[in-house]
């Protein structure tokens, strides 16, 4: 297929994929890594790029669009006062130690390994939106010491194995330890900075076959699917999150769990060989 025709068919797939993830975010305050990394699988896939380095390339790339949307969000937060600086400043050493260790993890591991990591994280986070509840406790006030030694760099861990930012695992973590959600989700963007950051870096020295590798790739990141993401999540997350004004989140949240549920077993499926 020529490159031309290669860029525009990407092209239409990213702006479909973007705005989708925009949406989401907007409207159930997911992160959008937890959307754009399969979607970005099944669209490498789609386009020839099953190389065994395939998952490296769609963490990367997520993580990538974290970087900005995740500034934009804590910047856009703080100027409402709702971001905890004390949480944020006490657990960022572990998470940014975490998030490196879990970029060296990730470009020594095959895709589908990366898969079934994916996949079994996924459905815990599937089941959680599902079934949670937003009185289940398990402190009064977040970790200190040894608790927040041991949570802050799974915390960042996971993410980057993951591509995700911190709102998947940092906002449930923070509601559990009786953080208003508010300031959890305020809390949790500034966690993503933290978690992409470093990791990114990481990733623009990760080398990838050139065989297996989109156009416009460097490193691990493509640069088609992260220029197109960006702009079409900034088009479409503010309706995202009229439509959180206009309706009842909620239902749609079950819905979602039970697609991210589905999601996750197909990604643990394909990582099987099944």
């Not at 906002?171 to 809390?187: C, E, G, K, Q, Y």
């Amino acid at each position: 297929m020529p490159e031309m025709d290669l860029l525009l068919m990407m092209l239409a797939l990213l702006v479909v994929i973007g705005g989708l993830a925009g949406v989401l975010a907007g409207l159930l305050g997911v992160g959008g890594g937890i959307v754009l990394v399969p979607a970005y699988f099944y669209a490498f896939q789609t386009l020839g790029y099953d190389g065994p380095q395939l998952m490296q390339m769609c963490l990367a790339t997520s993580l990538a669009t974290i970087i900005v949307t995740s500034i934009r969000s804590v910047l856009s937060h703080n100027k409402k006062g709702a971001v905890d600086w004390e949480i944020l400043k006490g657990w960022a050493p572990g998470i940014a130690i975490g998030a490196v260790l879990g970029m060296v993890t990730a470009a020594s591991l095959r895709s589908d390994t990366l898969q079934g990591i994916f996949g079994a994280l996924a459905l815990v986070i599937g089941l959680y939106m599902g079934f949670g509840r937003s009185e289940w406790r398990l402190g009064q006030a977040m970790p200190k010491g040894a608790g927040r030694l041991a949570l802050s760099p799974a915390m960042g861990f996971l993410s980057v194995l993951m591509g995700i930012g911190g709102g998947s695992f940092g906002v449930p973590l923070m509601s559990l330890f009786n953080t208003p959600i508010h300031r959890a989700v305020a809390t949790a963007a500034g966690f993503g900075v933290i978690i992409a950051v470093p990791s990114v870096i990481g990733f623009l020295f990760l080398p990838i076959d050139a065989a297996h590798r989109p156009p416009l790739t460097l490193g691990a990141v493509n640069l088609v699917a992260f220029t197109v993401t960006i702009c079409m999540t900034l088009i479409t997350t503010p309706w995202g999150v009229k439509l959180a004004h206009a309706m009842d989140p909620k239902p749609l949240k079950r819905v979602f769990a039970v697609f991210l549920t589905l999601v996750a077993l197909n990604m643990l499926r394909k990582a099987l060989g099944m």
